[in-house]
Every structure is written in C-alpha cells, then in structure tokens.
C-alpha cells in the first residue's frame, strides 16, 4: 500500500483514522496488513473492531 502510504503522507502519531466502507470490502484485511507491518517495525498498534468477533480478527490477520 505504498501508494496510499504516499497520499496520506504516512501515519503520524497524533492521527485517528476511521476507515468506512460497504460490507465485504477488505476493511479488516487493509486494516490488519497495516497493523502487522507497523508492529514490525517495533510500532505499537491497537486495533478496535465494534463489528468483527475475535476468532474471525485472528484468522483475517492468518489468511492475509
């Protein structure tokens, strides 16, 4: 997501992104991706889901 990381100008510490979409999307998936590589580069992530039941967020981040 290079790109999008580009028109955003990256993520700053002082942001609260809410991302909106359709039902099917990709959200979690996007969201998740972003999430991992953040936590990879020693980043703390917090992630909050009002929709997405637990068991279903540990094998979204799984499957991507």
Do not use: C
């Not at 790109?3 to 100008?9: H, I, R």
């Not at 993520?11 to 990709?26: E, F, H, I, Y």
Request: charge should be positive; aromatic fraction near 10%.
């Amino acid at each position: 997501f290079k790109g999008l990381n580009e028109l955003m100008g990256g993520w700053q510490k002082t942001d609260l992104v809410v991302l909106a979409a359709r039902p099917g999307m990709g959200k979690t998936s996007l969201v998740l991706h972003q999430a991992l590589q953040a936590s990879k580069q020693g980043k703390s992530v917090l992630f909050f889901s009002l929709y997405s039941i637990t068991g279903l967020i540990g094998i979204s981040l799984f499957i991507s």
